[in-house]
């Protein structure tokens, strides 16, 4: 089994920044893709950004120039460094994982439980 776990959420005032971290733990014999996506109250869930195993990233274009994906391949751990946080930016950040857990298997996606991000005065 493989698990998610993502950290560094809360308050914040508009303007200011949070980084997000997301560990992965279990049965992995190799990820590929990791990524984070947000869902807001009464909408939808939204990719927010991805990076490959290669490190290659893609964003939303409602956080370029604001956010930042990376990774950590020896700790099997993605991080999302947001700043100059606004207040639509509010919600429950998610992050998934393409996830092998054994020789000559497949990529299944596995996600976390979610963090909450407020962005509030």
């Known amino acids: 089994q493989v698990q998610l776990v993502e950290s560094g959420g809360g308050l914040v005032q508009p303007g200011g920044s949070l980084r997000l971290s997301c560990a992965a733990s279990?049965?992995?014999?190799?990820?590929?893709?990791m990524g984070w996506y947000r869902q807001a109250p009464g909408k939808q869930r939204e990719l927010v950004a991805g990076?490959?195993?290669?490190?290659?990233?893609n964003y939303a274009d409602s956080v370029k120039g604001r956010f930042t994906i990376s990774r950590d391949n020896a700790k099997n751990t993605v991080y999302l460094q947001m700043n100059s946080l606004k207040p639509e930016d509010t919600a429950v950040y998610y992050c998934n994982a393409q996830v092998m857990t054994a020789p000559m298997g497949v990529f299944r996606i596995y996600w976390g439980q979610g963090t909450q991000v407020t962005v509030s005065s």
């Open positions: 990076i490959t195993s290669v490190g290659s990233t």
């Open positions: 279990g049965s992995i014999f190799s990820i590929n893709a």
